[in-house]
T-cell receptor
Framework: GAVVSQHPSWVICKSGTSVKIECRSLDFQATTMFWYRQFPKQSLMLMATSNEGSKATYEQGVEKDKFLINHASLTLSTLTVTSAHPEDSSFYIC????????????FGDGTRLSIL | GDSVTQMEGPVTLSEEAFLTINCTYT??????LFWYVQYPGEGLQLLLKATKADDKGSNKGFEATYRKETTSFHLEKGSVQVSDSAVYFCALTQGAQKLVFGQGTRLTINP
């Protein structure tokens, strides 16, 4: 149980385009979802926390207008990287927390984003 | 603020060797502690957890005990396998707050 599906797993696109990444909880309801960014051989950096039906809470230094997060339902959150540039290339990982328990977080398999 | 410190990697061992990855934490209150594992190109999988002092989390032969007196949560396995090669993250959370991760320890097991 507690499966989180992230899509796409890998995307390559041209500079200036926008990219949407989906994060779905397949067998549970997730009131809270998290978006992380991971640089090669480094730990995860929390970008934002999203709660179903409300605006996301962004960590310090993360551009809200650059990384748009929507959590419209209890099973889906999306991260849109707007006007992506090569420096946005990274591994993005989402996680979700079940409504009926405080922890732990269940992670998706990540999305590797490459901006040319 | 809260923080987690892991032993620096990479760690390289031979198959069937004993594994210890050290993890210490700094936190106000009484955090819950976790070990996550990340295989190449994948997200994180919860390996084990402990929610209060003296709890022992265990899974797939791995164990870690929540030691409040030493603020530690060291990961151990008696006999590692090649398939255990991955990056291991120690983490904590306080209630409904966000996870705080250590820097990760890359483990390579040679046959």
């Amino acid at each position: 149980g507690a499966v989180v599906s992230q899509h796409p797993s890998w995307v390559i696109c041209k500079s200036g385009t926008s990219v949407k990444i989906e994060c779905r909880s397949l067998d549970f309801q997730a009131t809270t979802m998290f978006w992380y960014r991971q640089f090669p051989k480094q730990s995860l950096m929390l970008m934002a926390t999203s709660n179903e039906g409300s605006k996301a809470t962004y960590e310090q230094g993360v551009e809200k207008d650059k990384f748009l997060i929507n959590h419209a339902s209890l099973t889906l959150s999306t991260l849109t990287v707007t006007s992506a540039h090569p420096e946005d290339s990274s591994f993005y990982i989402c996680s979700a927390r079940e409504a009926r328990e405080v922890q732990p977080q269940h992670f998706g398999d990540g999305t590797r984003l490459s901006i040319l | 603020g809260d923080s987690v410190t892991q032993m620096e990697g990479p760690v390289t061992l031979s198959e069937e060797a004993f594994l210890t990855i050290n993890c210490t934490y700094t936190a106000t209150g009484y955090p819950s502690l976790f070990w996550y594992v990340q295989y190449p190109g994948e997200g994180l999988q919860l390996l084990l957890k402990a929610t209060k002092a003296d709890d022992k989390g265990s899974n797939k032969g791995f164990e870690a005990t929540y030691r409040k007196e030493t603020t530690s949560f060291h990961l151990e396995k008696g006999s590692v396998q090649v398939s255990d090669s991955a990056v291991y993250f120690c983490a904590l959370t306080q209630g409904a707050q966000k996870l705080v991760f250590g820097q990760g320890t890359r483990l390579t097991i040679n046959p």
